[in-house]
Every structure is written in C-alpha cells, then in structure tokens.
C-alpha cells in the first residue's frame, strides 16, 4: 500500500497567509484538564489527544517478518496548503505494510501515565484463540477512515480479538470518580459479550458486580437493552450491560441506527451516581440518555458503591469475554467526574476533527482459478469540504494480471465531484494460467483547485490465483471416538490438479500453526474425484532422527508390545510401551503484571503453567508451532500461581492469606499488587491458603496497603532441564511433557517431523476408522472445538481454508476467529463473523461439516458449509409409533430419510411432515384454571406455540405465552387457564415429527436423530 494525501482546504485556513504553519488545536485531553478532571489514558489510532503531543500512536507488526514500526502524528506544513498536522502519519503504515499483512501490536497511552493497551492475555474462563490464549490482533488495514482530510485507520475487532493492561496506574478504584468516551463506528456491532473501552478487573476474572466502569455498544440482550432492536450505547458495570436504574430494558436508551460514528460517554464515581450520554460524531452535540442513581441502589449495593479494579480494557469483557466485534478511533479515561459542560466541549472538539469515511475502497474479492474473471469496483469519495475535479481511478495488479475498464486501464471522470459524492468503475479483472497470491491495488487522483497539485490515495486487498481443489468435508469426531477424525479435498476442476508437495496447517485455538500433513510428491488429482485424509492412532510428539529406537507419541492407546506401527511411511514392531506425551502446557502468563515473561536464550529453567507429567530423564518439547526445541527434564519443581489476596493486608505487615498456595515455597518471589501498588516479596514459609488459615509469611515487611481480591503472582521453581535454549522463548509458549514414549524393535533410517504419523492397524478405538481407508494419514488432532485448516500449494498459496468454532450468541466467548488472516479471505467478517459452525458431536458415524453440492464455494466459511441435521427424542419412542417428539426440528423435511438411534438399535425412516418442537413432561401436579405450567425441560418450547398436554381423555392444547427455565426445570405460561388437571410425568409436546411407517424398534429418552452421515471420499450428502 502506497499513499500521499495531501491536506484538504479546511475553511478555517482559507485565510492563513501563504507560507504560515497553522498551530495545532486543542485535544479532548486538554479540555478535560482544564476542567480539572485530567485524562490518565488517552488512546487514539487517528490522532493525537492532546495538542502538543508527538508521540507515537500505535504500533504495527508485520507478518512477513515480525518487525514493528510505531505510527505517530504527521508534522504541521505550511504549503501547498497549511496543515496542523497530529493525525495519524497513515503514509507510514502503508510504506512499512506494502505486499504483506500487518497487525495493530499496541496502542499507546498519550497522557504519559504509560498505560499503553496490549495484546489481551488469556481470561480463565475465556482464553483468546491466539497463541497462548492471547486474544488475537486486529489487521491493521480493515478499518480506513479520513479524519480532517487525512487518511487514517481504525482497530477493527473481531470475535476474538482485544487489548487489555491490567497493570495500569492512577485509574479510579472503588468508587473514585471518572469520566470515560470513545469513538466508534456505528455500523461495526454485534451481540457478542462485550465491545468495552474502560476501568475492569485487573486479572481477566469476573471478580463481582460493580468491579467495572466501561462503555458498550452493541445488541447483547443477555443482561439489559435499550429501546428498539439496537444497536445500544450502554455501561459494562461488570455481571450487567446497563443503560439505566433497572436492570432490563431502558426505554430512554435509543437505539443507534443512523450515526456511522458514535461517541459513547459514561461518568460515574464519587458518590451514588452516573450518566451515559451519546452522540453524532460528525455533528450536533450530545444526548444524555440517562443521569442518576446507581443501577438497583435502591434495594441493593452490588453496584453502590462501586468496586472498580483501575485496569484497561478494549473490546472485550472483564472475564475476557471476546465474542464482541466494533471499530474503534479514540478514547480517554479521567479521574474526576466531568461536568456536563466540558463532555459537550469534548464532544464539539470531536466534531471539529472531522471524521469522515474512506477515500477509496474496493468491491470484495473472491478466489480466482487460472484464467478466470471478476469484476472488481473501484469506488472514490470526495471527503472534503469543496468539489474535487479529475477524478481518475485505476487498479494495480500483480504480474501477469489484467485489468481493464472500458477497455482501458483507468477512467477518468470529466464533471467535478461535489462534497460527499461518489464515483465507481468497474474493472474486468482477469487472472493469468500460472497460480500464485498478491495484492491488488485501487488508486484515486484527484486535483482540488485551490490546492494547487495532484493528489492521490490508495487501498490495497488481497488476491489469490489457485486450483479449484477444495476442503470438501471434515468431521471432528464422534461421541463415541473423539479422535476419528478426516479432511476430505475435492478437485472441483475440469481438469487434474496435481498436489506434489501441498501441505495441510492445522491451528487449534490457542496454540501456535503447525504442519498437519505433506502431500507426497507425484499425487495428481483427477477432476471430481476426492483425496482422503485420515487422523492415525497417535502421532509423534516431538521429531525423530535417523537412528532413533525410541519415540515420542501423543498417544499409547490401543498399542501392545509386538504390534506393528507405521511411522511416516517406516513400518517397525513396537518392543515396549511408557507413557503418552502429556497435554500442552504453556510459559507461565503473569496476565495481571505482564502479560509476558521473556526467558533468555541460555536458559535451564521455565516457568510453566501446569508442572504436572514432566519426569527427571524424560524429554520436554518447547515452543511447539514456533522457535521448537527439544530438552532433557533434570528437575521438576512447582508451577507457577496466579492468585489473590483473600484477606486484606496492611502496610508493614510480614503475612498474606492467600487464595492459592500450594506451589508456593520458601525463597519465591511474590508479585502483589498492580500498578503504583505494585511490589515484590519474598517467602519465607507457606502455610495453607484461606482468609483464616496460616498463608504466607514474608521476609520483609509490605510496603503498601492491600485490599482483599489484589493480585498475587509466583513464578514457582519451574521446570529445568539440559542442555540450554538456543533461542528466547516467551509467556504463552507451548511447553510439553514428552513421557517415554515407545521403544522400536531397529532404528529409524529417515527422519521424521513433529506430528507424523503412528499408523496402528490393531488400533479400533483411537482414531479415524473408515471406511473406506486414506489416502493419507495424519498424526496431529484437531481442535474438535475451534481452530482452522488451511490448504497450501506447493509456493505456499492458500488454496482453501476452513475456519471454525462455537456459534455467535448474545453472551460471551462465542464465535471466536482462531485465524484472522485466513477468516478474511474466507468470509466477510463484519459485525459477528463468518466462520463454520461446529456441529454439536454424535454418536455412531457423528456428523460433519462439508460443501454441498462437492466443491462449492463462495469464499463464504458461515454458508458454505453444511452439516447433517440431528436432534434427540428427549421422551424416547415406541415401537409402532407413527410420531416422534423431538427437541428441535431444524433442517428436517418432508422426504428426507433420517437415521434414529445407533448401533444395534439403528433404524431407518422417511419424514411425511414436519411440525414444532418441544417434548417434555410436566414437574409437578397442575391444577385445572392454572396458567403456568412446571415441566422437567424446555428444550425446543418457543412463544406463540401450540402445544399438547398429557394423553386420553385429560389431554388438552394451548398457546404458549412465555417459557422460563433453569437448572431444576422450568415453567411455561399459557394463553388461557388449563381446563384439566395434570399430574407429574404427564407428557407436554409440540406437534413433533410424522413418519411415514412405523418405528419397528422402541428407542430410549435421549436417543439421537440425524439427517445423515458423514460421507468420506464420496459425494456429501446433506
């Protein structure tokens, strides 16, 4: 990406002399300290927050070779046209990211407190998908804007994604005063827990009701709403989005569908009181939407007083909940509550900056076969305040690429562009035979009279040329066998693709890429014909040399001494069996005082998460995905702790109650605190954990006051081993115990990587089982939860790629983007994103997720896959029955043959018609006239259904109003009395599904139906 904008005509400059350099103005942070609330964390990736700052705004990191620039402010000019210059210097970024992918690394703090934002480290409960648990980064090219003329970009969170500091210094705690905005854009939302920006939990917990202080915007209806269908301006106060006194609806909070930026304000603090207010942030002032008391204060005090923590978060929840997606610009946060008065003149001065839309942008692209064709529009938008004239659009393609419009390269539009017109061409783009991946470039020129030059913009999107060869169907396993596991690829071209060398990268959410499979050299795949892959028994763990007898494996199950294995391809007779390799543990994260430790090359010891299955002797891999390293274990020490205070501690004091500390020893060194509060300490002696139990005695007294719940942190004795690192490893670097592995009856004579396959014909529980056999095996799992499949050619283009996990729902870590790079050339990832959906798993042949018909693609992951369709009988059925009651009715139809039970109980049916969900049985006995029905469940049960109540002559049929469920069972509301009695056990139902012939066999409550079965190595059929 190359760019060179020079500033826009404002009016104000209209009558600056030539040659004068224009001062700066003021920044939001100028206003708030005026006001005597001063800003301690201003973030910006668009410009600078106060009017004399000069520092960096962010930092990207580049793919290609993971190094950094930071990105600061452009200088003011003084010709051809003044300029104050302090927005971002986008230029930079676009010379530094050209030809590759970049990745937003930091935000940094401009009020100098140094509460810069930072990769998200793992919540407990919702670790990130990137390495470590990190959450991932955004790109750093999805979000562009202009701001005063410049161009500019913004962080465009996806699920997944977020910054945190949890170390943060002089932020509000308890209920200190603050006042918190940003600026966001108005269309990039969706229901996933939570888009914040504000004060959280300094540890990635959910650590109580009024723990937090942020603004929200988005649709999650989990905890409250506001009027309409949303979007919503709300406050994350911690186990509550609010927008008011009550805790649901709020009809004073609109709902905002017009604004494509959004300034969100919530103040609060220093007594029972807080204010949420919002704003246009391209004109007009602000509207407060709510001022008062604290939410429930009047009845409890879960949110007055506050218990606010003093961290930093963006666009995810305090528990790390990253299910959320947003856009933002820039945000501040003070101590002090802000009058009224000076949020409007933040507001005013938000206005003025002048945020506008992109530039230029380009149509999205999809994959091109060899020779292929797409249009491509290429869009330009006059941001500035007066008509631009000649217009000229054109597109860049890579080598051996064409485009063309008109028949020509470029248009170029006679008639001026008035201010906030647009202009488009659309260009014929056509690939060239040879395969191969690059960037596609769209340019504007443009001249504004008064500027005296030509000026230009540019915006770059990613391109891919490959072979129509598809991951077709994939199944991550059966309840039964969670390791039987395939990958199916399908040459939907009309002619052979040959595969010699392509590989297969496997990511599992929150570990590091690692390479599944190489397809061997020679393997030519005919046009519809399939290449089947097939998860083997076990696989190594950890590389083998030529020469090895003995060999490390993720698994021992079904092995015995004298089977025979085939290790990649080398058949030997296993002499004896030890242990498995253990699960994947990591360098310890201090997530509250990180969140990385760097462990220098030349080291002998790591600190690790989890110690459990490391033995003296025995082996220890390092780093698997990235800088890999093989040791030998010569001490197994404790684990690392992260924990908190469970009493609070006084200044002078020389013993702590913890809330952990089993892995704690005498001579550890102690992180207490975050922040200005922050210090270390050494044990002397540990005692149990509790408030009221011994705890841990010091060897020096506290230097500060402690409350109860701060954070504590122990990096423990670790793990030691020889011989030293050879390279640097990080927090969140996967470490794994070996175990002993498998001794071989002769040595290996080649080489073998990590992950290669331990094929086991006797294996009949542990792996994929057929039919039919593979046409490969593989040796490393897939995440049956979340992760991505890519499929590389030989010159390393993705050819396809499949990225999954849970669905999108209003709550929190749902829908998470394992791989970014691979989820945005395979879907469009606006508002929740565009990933494959995994299926809940199944018995018997399970289910899967594939293209139907083979080989369709629309570079869509969210609709291009599909999977069978499955319920369950919660009811169970009879023999002879016509009708089953199911739990839901999705993807059912007329026609459609289903497969009900597994094993010995298989049976088959055909559908004669489908009607509603819903089977339970009612709780308690009902009397007639009552309009509230206690049931066992409520699977399927939706309002305004019809249901049927109990059997005989005491069945009935009524409208559902409302359900309620819970973990005892639930109610459901009807329309009208009931004009019967019912006792418990009695059936309720919705009108369930018809067969067409009777059932032949009778099937248990709980008994799975599905659509179909997975079809390895054959036309999906779904």
């Keep these: 990406m190359k760019i060179r904008i020079l500033a826009v005509l404002l009016p104000a400059l209209a009558l600056t002399l030539a040659g004068a350099t224009p001062p700066r103005q003021k920044g939001p942070c100028d206003i708030y300290g005026a006001a005597g609330t001063p800003c301690v964390a201003a973030h910006s990736t668009t410009r600078a927050l106060y009017g004399a700052y000069k520092g960096p705004l962010y930092q990207v ?49 401009q009020s100098g407190k140094g509460n810069h934002l930072l990769q998200s480290p793992p919540g407990p409960l919702f670790p990130g998908p990137a390495k470590g648990g990190f959450d991932t980064q955004p790109v750093a090219d999805m979000a562009p804007i202009t701001i005063g003329g410049h161009k500019a970009y913004g962080v465009y969170i996806m699920p997944g994604m977020g910054f945190r ?36 939990s300094t540890n990635g917990r959910a650590v109580g009701t009024g723990t937090m202080e942020t603004t929200y915007f988005g649709t999650a209806t989990a905890w409250g709403s506001g009027a309409g269908p949303g979007p919503w301006i709300m406050a994350d106060l911690e186990a509550g989005l609010f927008s008011g006194y009550n805790a649901k609806q709020n009809s004073g909070d609109p709902t905002i569908d017009s604004w494509r930026f959004v300034t969100a304000v919530v103040d609060g603090g220093g007594g029972n009181r807080w204010d949420l207010r919002g704003g246009n942030a391209q004109k007009g002032g602000l509207t407060t939407f709510y001022s008062g008391i604290r939410p429930g204060s009047r009845t409890n005090n879960s949110y007055y007083p506050m218990h606010k923590q003093g961290a930093i978060l963006l666009g995810v929840g305090g528990d790390n909940g990253n299910g959320s997606a947003g856009t933002f610009y820039e945000g501040v946060m003070t101590t002090g509550y802000p009058t009224e008065a000076t949020t409007d003149a933040v507001q005013a001065n938000i206005v003025a900056a002048r945020y506008g839309v992109q530039r230029v942008r380009l149509s999205r692209v999809t994959t091109f076969t060899p020779g292929s064709t797409q249009n491509v529009t290429a869009t330009f938008t006059n941001v500035s305040e007066v008509p631009v004239t000649g217009v000229k659009l054109s597109l860049s393609v890579p080598a051996g690429w064409t485009a063309r419009v008109s028949g020509s390269v470029s248009k170029t539009f006679d008639a001026p562009v008035a201010p906030g017109a647009s202009v488009s061409a659309a260009f014929q783009v056509t690939s060239p035979s040879k395969t191969g991946a690059g960037f596609l470039t769209g340019k504007a020129e443009w001249s504004i009279p008064t500027a005296g030059r030509k000026q230009f913009d540019t ?54 890429p690692v390479r599944l499979a190489t397809i061997p050299a020679g393997t030519n795949l005919a046009s519809g014909a399939y290449y089947l892959l097939g998860l083997s028994g076990s696989g190594l763990a950890a590389p083998a040399a030529p020469g090895a007898t003995a060999v490390h494996v993720r698994s021992i199950t079904g092995l015995a001494p004298g089977d025979k294995v085939g290790i ?106 975050t922040g200005v509060r922050k210090e270390t300490a050494t044990v002397q002696s540990a005692g149990a954990s509790g408030a009221s139990e011994k705890g841990i005695d010091l060897a020096a007294p506290l230097k500060f006051d402690h409350m109860s719940g701060v954070d504590v942190s122990d990096v423990g004795t670790g793990i030691s081993f020889t011989p030293a690192t050879r390279l640097p490893h990080l927090s969140g670097d996967a470490v794994q115990a070996l175990g002993s592995g498998l001794t071989l009856d002769r040595p290996l004579t080649r080489s073998h990587e990590y992950g290669a396959a331990v094929v086991n014909a006797q ?4 792996g994929y089982q057929g039919p039919p056999a593979p046409n490969q095996w593989f040796g490393g799992t897939l995440s049956a939860k979340a992760g991505s499949i890519a499929l590389l050619d030989a010159a390393g283009s993705v050819v396809d790629a499949m990225v999954y996990g849970s669905q999108q729902s209003s709550s929190s870590g749902n829908g998470t983007i394992t791989s970014p790079e691979l989820a945005t050339i395979e879907g469009d990832q606006g508002k929740g994103g565009c990933i494959v959906v995994v299926p809940a798993p199944a018995g018997g ?24 369709a499955a319920a369950f009988l919660p009811l169970g059925a009879s023999a002879g029955a016509t009708n089953i009651k199911t ?43 009552a309009t509230v029905l206690p049931v066992a469940g409520g699977m399927g049960f939706s309002a305004g259904q019809a249901i049927t109540i109990d059997s005989g002559a005491k069945q009935e049929t009524a409208v559902i109003v409302s359900t309620t469920f819970g973990r005892g069972g639930g109610a459901i509301t009807v329309s009208v009395p009931l004009t019967l009695a019912h006792t418990a056990g009695a059936q309720v139902s919705g009108t369930g599904i018809s067969l067409t012939a009777p059932l032949t066999m009778t099937h248990a409550g709980g008994t799975q139906i599905v659509s179909g079965v997975p079809t390895p190595g054959a036309p999906n059929q779904f």
Aim: charged residues 15%; negative net charge; hydrophobic residues 40%.
């Design 887 to 929: 739990g839901n009715v999705t993807g059912f139809a007329p026609g459609q043959k289903i497969l009900i039970d597994t094993g010995a109980n298989l049976e088959t049916a055909v559908i004669a018609t489908v009607g509603t969900a819903g089977a339970s049985t009612v709780r308690t006995d009902t009397s007639a006239g």
């Design 61 to 109: 990191k580049r793919a290609s070779d993971g190094k950094t620039l930071d990105i600061g402010v452009v200088p003011p000019t003084a010709s051809p046209v003044p300029d104050a210059g302090g927005v971002a210097d986008a230029a930079a970024q676009d010379a530094f990211c050209a030809n590759t992918l970049c990745v937003i690394n930091r935000i940094y703090d």
């Design 459 to 512: 915006i770059p999107t990613r391109v891919r040329n490959v072979l129509p060869v598809k991951i077709n169907e994939v199944r991550l396993g059966t309840t039964t066998n969670p390791t039987d596991q395939f990958i199916e690829l399908y040459n939907a071209g009309s002619s052979a693709a040959d595969l010699s060398n392509w590989t297969l990268v496997n990511t599992q959410s929150q570990w590091a």
């Design 763 to 766: 294996a009949a529980t542990a």
């Design 165 to 200: 500091n949890n170390d943060a210094r002089d932020l509000a705690i308890n209920d200190e005063p603050e006042g918190i905005y940003y600026v966001i854009d108005g269309t990039h939302y969706d229901s996933g827990c939570c888009f914040d920006y504000g004060n959280s």
């Design 845 to 868: 042949a399970g289910r899967s997720r594939g293209r139907f018909p083979n080989g369709a693609d629309a570079d869509s992951n969210c609709t291009d896959f599909q999977t069978q």
């Design 568 to 673: 990649d391809g080398e058949t030997r007779t296993v002499a004896s069996i030890g242990t498995a390799a253990a699960a994947l543990t990591t360098v310890f994260e201090p997530v509250s005082t990180g969140p990385w430790l760097t462990i220098p090359a030349g080291s002998t010891n790591l600190p690790v998460t989890n110690a459990a299955g490391f033995a003296v002797g025995e082996k220890l891999g390092i780093d698997i995905g990235g800088n890999y390293e093989l040791a030998t274990v010569t001490a197994v020490g404790k684990a690392a702790t992260q924990t908190t205070l469970a009493a609070a501690s006084a200044a002078g004091a020389t013993n702590i109650k913890v809330a952990a500390s089993e892995n704690m020893t005498p001579g550890d060194t102690l992180t207490i605190g």
